[in-house]
């Protein structure tokens, strides 16, 4: 089992930055994939990047050249460095873990762009 725990969310300007933090309750080496996921009110949750066991990432289109997706192993986290924030990053961000039997997900953390 895994809990994950997010953090880092705020408020913040259009063209600001946050990074956000997910810490997992055991060894994240071992994990599958680590993701970010995000759930803006009225839709549905999409997938924002993910971090594989090698440490490959994925992005969303979205997001790509202005959001990077990293982890410490030491430190059993994974982070959501978020750059150039638009209005419609505004969303609750979600931590995710994938394991061979199950997903397991965080409480999620509110981010919110103002214009």
């Known amino acids: 089992q895994v809990q994950l725990v997010e953090s880092g969310g705020d408020l913040v300007q259009a063209g600001g930055s946050l990074r956000l933090s997910c810490a997992a309750s055991?060894?994240?080496?071992?994990?599958?994939?680590m993701g970010w996921y995000r759930q803006a009110p009225g839709r549905q949750r999409e997938l924002v990047a993910e971090?594989?066991?090698?440490?490959?990432?994925s992005y969303a289109d979205s997001v790509k050249d202005r959001f990077t997706i990293s982890r410490s192993i030491v430190k059993n986290t994974v982070y959501l460095q978020m750059n150039s924030l638009k209005p419609e990053d505004t969303a609750v961000y979600f931590c995710n873990a994938k394991t061979e039997r199950t997903d397991y997900w965080g409480q999620g953390t509110q981010v919110t762009v103002s214009s």
């Open positions: 055991r060894s994240i080496s071992s994990i599958n994939v």
């Open positions: 971090i594989t066991a090698v440490g490959s990432r």
